[in-house]
Structure formats: C-alpha cells, structure tokens
C-alpha cells in the first residue's frame, strides 16, 4: 500500500482490497475502509477514471484532505463527488462533523511546467447543497450569538429546547418560519452545533431541501439508493432548510416521510425551516403537513426596531466598527424599506453596517474611532444614492401624478390632506418631498407643482423646497410621527427617486 504513517495515513486512491481498518474511538484513521465505501457510492469505473491513483486521500483529527494534480481535478471532485464522498464518511462511521478540503498536491502546485498558481485546499460541498448556502461552522452560527428579540423570542426558544433537551423527540418535529434575511438558517445551525457540544460524538446533519432532493435523485439513478438511506436514517439530528422547495416534489417528499418514520423509530429529532407556514406549502402531501404542523411551530418576524438597532451593533462589534448610539439609531432606521408595514431584515441590517465599514476603510479613517450620525449618513446616503443605467433613463421625465401617489402612500397621506391647512409633520413633509422630486424627475414650473398638489400659492411651494433641500445638507432625519422616523432625509428621497425611476 503506498503512504506513509505518522500521525495520520495518507494513501492514493487505489489501496489493498484486503485492508478493512476501521476508525477506533472516533478517530480519523485509516482510508482502506473510506476508499472501499467510496468505490462503492461510485461505482468501478467513475471510481477508476477519476479517483484511481491520481488522488491522495490523508484521514487525521481536522477531517479528510483529498491532494489531486490540478485545481481543474480539485473542482470537478468537489462538484460532482463531495455528496459521495461524505456519504462514504458517515458509512465509515468517521464524525460528521469534520471538514473535507479538497486541494492541489503540493509537488505538482510547485512544478515548473504548471502555470497556474497553487489553490489553497477548499472545503467540499456537503452532499448536494450549494456553496452559497453551506453552513458556516464558527461561532457566527451558535445560540448564543443570535440576537433575541420579542420578534424572535418564540422561536429562539424553540430551537433551544431540542438541542438541550434530554429527549428532543417528545417535542415532536422543530419548524421555524419566517421571510427571508430573519435568521432561521442561523438557528437551524445553531441547533446543530450546540446538539454537538452537549452529545459530543453524535451525527449530525445539515442540509437544504434542495440538497436532499438532489441526492435522493441521484441515489435513484444511479442505484444507491441503500447509500442514501444509511446517510440519512442513522443519524442523531437531522436539519433540513428551505423546505418550501419540495412544493411539487411527490417522488422526495415520499422519501422524506419514510425517513421521518425511520428516525421517529431510532429517536432522533428533526428540525425544519422554511420561508412559510406548512400549510401555505404549494402542493406540499397531507401526510407531511399533518407531521410538521404536529410537532413546534414557531415563526420569526422580522425584527422590530429594538431588536434592530440591537443586530447593528451586534454586526458592527463582530467587524470591529465602533458606533456612537446615535448612528446606531440611524443605520438601523435607514434600513427598513420605504413602504409602510415594511421592516428592515437581519441582512438588510447587515449591508448597511458593512457598506459604513467599507465608507470608513475608504476614507482611510480607524473604524475603532467611533462614527458619530453624520458621517453615517453620509455613508448611507452615498450607498442609496440613484445610479440610472442610461442617459435616457436620466433625463426621461416623471409624471408628477405618480410622484404625488408614491409620496402619499408612503408618507400615509391623501390628496386632500395636500391641498387642505392642515399643518401635521407628515404632511409637511409630502408637501416638502413632492416638491423635491418634482424638481428632481419632472420640467415642471413651481405653479404647475403647487397646481398639481391643489395649492393655489405657488410660494409655498419654493419654500417647501428649499426648506427640504436645507434639511437634507444638515443630515435631518424624519420626525413625522411614521414607521420612517429615524431615516435620513437623503436616504428617504433617494429611495423614492429610484422607485420612480424604475416604475416609468
């Protein structure tokens, strides 16, 4: 057998056929029975062609690490062969929860021959799931860095109790739910981790709806489906994300109640996230409705403006970025959509810190040197500010009817509010934003604007204007008594400006 034994063994793809080591104590020693395992998921010739002796397998503490000749090779492993090779691992009976890097060989990344620089070993996709979305195994994703709110309390909660339950399984199936951006993925794999730290040993599993779906396809077509059953009915916890994707799935969603039963059976408790109520699930079975709606419901709003200002400074501390309370106050605000009943998401919230940061780092400024509100204005109205995608799109101008219907909605004010006395901050300021935008997006005069919101005076309107634009350079905010108090001025402007823009 070729290799070499240290602390580890490191063997090539072809091994003795009478090899059959197994790992002692959980331990990641010995590829024999892996390499055996994986010849199996792929069959003798795929096994042949594209693993044969041209891949170096090393099993130690860290995981597997898969050393091939060219990154082109390491790609196309880690593509099309990293669902099987972790379901040759957990046949193996090798922890879940160990990495799998996938990189160029050392003496052929240094060969003179090679033009490419050398990849640094990459993390394999777990089976079937997307890059994108594979869960990060840090401390971003425990329970005890979410951030709790009364918009997420329930739910928190919830996940809590089936990772530190003595018996999850009483609890019945875990599903969580909510729109996009509100941290049901960071729960999901909080869950996982802290099962893990409490059940030391245990076999987890993390994977998108998508990610099974594909797997249980393949199994089928390529006739392992027993492969594909021990992957997923032996295990301790099993986590599913967006399941809203097996609507219309008949073929996975049977497979996913059998796999329920059998780990109903075996005791092991099933966590679930979706983007909406199982019931609200397009063409999802009866059957598995009646199983998630059986078990803890919980859904996660997005966060309220406590909870939001609290995710700003959670996001900025983990950047390193110091904000005065403040800017804090005014990121969180600027985030939220311009729509009334909208709220900002955890990402939404996320994109405006990193784009204060990136502001920061530009400007050549410490980010530890606390960002008072102007500056983060500044930065916000820089990152909102409307980029039209052509000359034509700039100058073509805007019916003042639809600026007048977008800035009374948004500002909950009606047309007759507009020409009225009435003197309420909220329709001050749609008088104010309307005459700006009509300067902005439209050729008409003054008295066509003041005609167009029913004032007879059009002074009042210059004055409006000039007072708005006055506010805007001093970094006001809204004060209106709105769901958008707090939003700067410039942000709230360009936002509907963008909005009208893309509307025409």
Partial sequence: MHGRTHETDTHRGAHAPGDTRRPAGGSLRGTAPFLDQLRSELGE?????????????????????????????????DSRFGPAIRRALDACGYPADRDVCIGISPADAHRGTRQEPPAP??????????????????????????????????AFETARRIAESSDPTSLGPCFLYGPCGVGKSHLLNAVARQYKQIHPGARVKVV??????????????????????????????????????????????????????????GGAPVV????????????????????????????????DRLTARRLVEHFAKNVGLALEPEAVRVLAESASPASAGEHASARDLLGVVNHVLAYVRLASRDPARPVDAALAISAIHKHTAVAPTSPQLMFRPVPIDHIVQTVCSTLEVTRQDLAGKGRHKHVVLARAMISLLAKRLTKRSYPEIAAAIGRSNHSTV????????GQI???????????????????LADRLEHALRAAR
């Fill in 121 to 154: 070993p990459r993390p394999a996709s777990s089976p079937g799931r997307p890059r994108r979305h594979r869960p990060a195994r840090t401390a971003t994703h425990a329970l005890d860095t979410f951030v709790v709110g009364q918009c997420n309390r329930l």
């Fill in 473 to 491: 350079e001093r970094g006001e905010t809204v004060d209106a008594g709105l769901h958008l108090d707090g939003t700067p001025l410039a942000v």
């Fill in 208 to 265: 998108t709806a998508e990610s099974f779906t594909n797997e249980y396809v393949a199994a089928v077509r390529s006739n392992t489906i027993e492969a594909f059953h021990r992957a997923y009915r032996r295990i301790d916890l099993l986590c599913i994300d967006d399941v809203h994707y097996l609507a219309r799935k008949t073929g996975t969603q049977n497979e996913l109640l059998h796999t329920f039963d059998a780990l109903d059976l």
């Fill in 462 to 469: 210059i004055t409006a204007h000039r007072r708005i634009e």
């Fill in 272 to 303: 679930l996230a979706s983007d909406a109520h199982p019931r609200q699930i397009k063409q999802l079975s009866e059957a598995l409705v009646s199983r998630f709606v059986s078990g803890l419901l919980a859904r996660i709003d997005p966060p």
């Fill in 45 to 77: 010739q795929a096994y042949e062609r594209y693993i044969g002796n041209d891949a170096e397998f090393r099993l130690d503490d860290d995981g597997l690490h898969v050393a091939v000749r060219s990154r082109f090779a390491a790609d196309m492993i």
